[in-house]
Antibody, heavy 124, light 108 residues
Framework: EVQLVESGGGLVQPGGSLSLSCAAS????????MSWVRQAPGKGLEWVSA????????YYAHSVQGRFTISRDNSRNTLYLQVNSLRADDTAVYYC?????????????????WGQGTLVTVSS | DIQMTQSPSSVSASVGDRVTITCRAS??????LAWYQQKPGKAPNLLIY???SLRSGVPSRFSGSGSGTEFTLTITSLQPEDFATYYC??????????FGGGTEVQIK
């Protein structure tokens, strides 16, 4: 059974940082691209970042480029998102999501499994 | 960036009704489109990918169609568990991957 479990969210002041993690199990982690998708309270879904199965290719949304860093440790089956210089509009539930492929084709960016999400609140 | 526009933003329907949701892309995306269902407090669930391919385990009352810039999700014979918010997502051109704004299917 595929499982994705996020952790690391919390309350942080504007300008602060957090490190989010997503522990994966039930599939061959290195074979699949992974993404982070966020959802602000009462709002729609916003894709944040993606990383290929090997970790060699990363993508970011314009709104987080230069502030967030996605990475993965394939030996630990864990996905990470380092979030820096946080702003109030970064407040959201952050989901990790598994792609359907290894990141080489667009097929990889359909998300077939999602975690339960971790809430990041940016407030003074 | 490719913008995804869903309509309507909400729809009221009864159990047994047929519901159609439209998603338009600001430029052609071939068939690189997915549909997700999200219930309150839960993560989204993939229903359809490649515009019309039904994910294994998803009921056959869900179907998708379209290509290029216009796509539809149809739910035939709406069931109580189908009341939720539905999102389209393009995977043709990124970054960024983009989602539509969502369509809430409410009980009439």
């Amino acid at each position: 059974e595929v499982q994705l479990v996020e952790s690391g969210g919390g309350l942080v002041q504007p300008g602060g940082s957090l490190s989010l993690s997503c522990a994966a199990s039930g599939f061959t982690f290195t074979s699949y691209a992974m993404s982070w998708v966020r959802q602000a309270p009462g709002k729609g879904l916003e894709w944040v970042s993606a990383i290929s199965g090997s970790g060699g290719t990363t993508y970011y949304a314009h709104s987080v480029q230069g502030r967030f860093t996605i990475s993965r440790d394939n030996s630990r089956n864990t996905l990470y998102l380092q979030v820096n210089s946080l702003r109030a509009d970064d407040t959201a539930v952050y989901y990790c999501a598994k792609g359907r492929g290894d990141g080489i084709t667009s097929f990889s960016y359909y998300f077939d499994y999602w975690g339960q999400g971790t809430l990041v609140t940016v407030s003074s | 960036d490719i913008q995804m526009t869903q309509s309507p933003s909400s729809v009221s329907a009864s159990v047994g009704d047929r519901v159609t949701i439209t998603c338009r892309a600001s430029q052609g995306i071939s068939n690189w489109l997915a549909w997700y269902q999200q219930k309150p407090g839960k993560a989204p669930n993939l229903l359809i990918y490649a515009a019309s391919s039904l994910r294994s385990g998803v009921p056959s009352r869900f179907s998708g169609s379209g290509s290029g810039t216009e796509f539809t999700l149809t739910i035939t014979s709406l069931q109580p568990e189908d009341f939720a918010t539905y999102y389209c997502q393009q995977a043709n051109s990124f970054p960024p991957l983009t989602f539509g704004g969502g369509t809430e299917v409410q009980i009439k």
